[in-house]
């Protein structure tokens, strides 16, 4: 079998430096999609036939909801291949994934409340999607809180990696559950649910903020992941060198 | 070497958070002694014999049993092994007997566990709840498990805490009737062992090397 | 060593059963907890029989929830500390089949005595005449959801000294499917509709639960409790 390759994708040394030469681009490309999709979505975007300007937070309710899904099923994927390849490389992914992944979710929990107070009126209704949006921030918090539970690295690892993985199985019946207990409960007179169809016009810059935000999500993660590599790797001789000769430069500026 | 090695380590190795715990080259356990393992706290006595029992796995390394990987013959390596540590296992508000029941693992004569009992001086205390015994006393319900095991290698980690002169005494020939059976013992303690055929292997974890160096 | 692989689940079973039977004290706590902490709602909210009628079921699955989730910290921890956890990690049998003997003994001792009792509290609560079978029902079925979410909680904290906390915060989002459809239950009944549908949904869980559980709690318990 030829795993080599699989093996040096797991390197942290090469993951360092490849990301190295990569990040700035794709920091510049984050930036200049999320300028656009702001600057468009925000300003030149139709208004909304009812709710008038204020259904502009879409541009960053709905990218960070997208992505505050999406980051969990990405730590836990990176947690089952830490767990079946016992590669370092990803549980440090992993790791990195958890606070950006809770991050996201309470931005997407905060621009919700603040699109429902002119909308319907309130900052809090116990809606379907909202519930589920709050059991996952409530999953995120699982998560973090039991990664740094354990002294011991490899223990913590593992121990989040299951847990991750078994949020994974239980997301879908959470999200089943919460909506079937939605309709359980729904009052008539408020309804959540936005027009099915968007105008082209306002779908437009949406897609330009997810394609954005996707692009600054990987960022985020090379950034803490590069962090994290640095913290558990000091050790290495490689680290030693990075730091010398960024030690070094400091002191030729002067 | 006229005995067949039992276990035989080759290049073992096992890291916690990047501090190499145990590191060991060469090991042969045969049948018919008993191996003490020496070595300064934290030197990586108990880690060895954990990894020995498969509670952990090493970083790099085999073990293995009678000439097979102990991760390819696991059941029946586990099945041929007995491991008391530093906690016994036993269980405080069962009594003496059910605890010995419960640890044998199978169908157990209430005449056998007595008896077992009774020549580890407990003679009486058999249907006493252990939170009543001594320390002492709960630590030879526990070893009281050798007497009843078929099992061939005896991991013992320090199994002399707790224990008095006689208790001592009385594991020691334990041992060596073990031994002489055909079996085989490693044990890590402190104690000079007053035992025949007693061979040293000296442990010394990375860590505490460069520490004196 | 064990002749069949069900041995391992009998001889848990029993252990546990025999150990709890031996501290009632301790095992019974729970159970009074339920009690207790339902009484102090009437106290917190208001007496009047029809405000509590409306409330009865959710206090009363709020409740047993909590019961079971504060109770199921101890299942691993007293064999992790005296060393019997470890013990049975390097025995030769099926790791599976006394997790799910241990789980079963933690629902026998949690989880039946608070469907048991479920009864009294909806007299006390004013739960309406129709609550009360798809009330013990599901209860019935629902704990033992809990008790086997909560074990892989339990597990994943087993080394760490204050894990109870912890243990809360990983459970809980675990158990939201479980209270939605266990008090969606009770509320059907009430509602004169087909309370067997969410029960039925609780069954279904209860079987996954049963088939995914204890392997993960298996591999956690290999994975971490060693440290």
Known sequence: MNWVWFYRLGSPLWFYQTTTRWLPWLSLLAFMLLATGLVWGLGFAPQDAKQGNSFRIIYMHVPASFLALVGYFLMAAAGAIGLIWKMKLSYMVMKAAAPIGAALTFLALFTGAVWGKPTWGSYWVWDARITSMLILLFLYFGVLALQYAFHNEEASNKASAVLALVGTVNIPIIYKSVDWWYTLHQPSTIKLTSAPSMHPDMFQPLLVMILGFYCFYVVALCLFTRVEILRRERKTTWVGDLIGSSNNAVEGEK | ?213 | MRKYTSDGFYAYLRRDLLQSHRRLGEAASPLIFFVMASTLVPLGITPDPASLAEIASGIIWVFALLATMLSVGGLFAGDYQDGSLEQLLISPQVLVMPVLGKVTAHWLITGLPLTLVSPLLGLMLFLPEAGYLPMTASLALGTACLSLLGAVGAALTVSLQKGGMLLALIVMPLYMPVIIFGAATVQYGIDGLAWTAPLAILGAMLAAAIALCPLAIASVLRLTSIN
């Open chain 2, 1 to 213: 070497m006229g005995n067949p090695s039992l276990i035989s380590i080759e290049n073992l190795r096992f890291e916690r958070d990047d501090t190499t715990v145990v590191s060991c080259d060469q090991l042969h356990v045969n049948v018919g002694e008993i191996l003490q393992i020496e070595g300064p706290n934290g030197s990586g006595k108990t880690t060895l014999l954990r990894l020995l029992t498969t509670a952990i796995q090493p970083q790099e390394g085999t073990i293995l049993y009678c000439g097979k990987s102990i991760a390819e013959c696991r059941f029946e390596y586990l099945s041929d092994i007995l491991f008391i540590g530093h906690q016994s296992a036993v269980k405080l508000t069962l009594t003496a007997e059910e605890n010995l029941a419960w640890m044998a693992e199978s169908e157990l004569s209430s005449a056998a566990s007595l008896r077992a009992l009774e020549s580890l001086g407990l003679a009486g205390y058999s249907d006493i709840p252990c939170y009543k015994l001594s320390a002492g006393q709960q630590r030879r319900v526990a070893l009281a498990r050798l007497l009843l095991s078929d099992a061939r290698l005896w991991y013992l980690d320090e199994p002399f805490t707790a224990i008095d002169r006689d208790g001592v005494k009385l594991l020691e020939r334990c041992m060596e009737d073990h031994v002489s059976s055909g079996g085989a013992v490693v044990v890590s303690t402190h104690q000079d062992l007053d035992v025949q055929d007693v061979r040293h292997y000296s442990v010394l974890g990375e860590s505490l090397l460069r520490a004196y160096s």
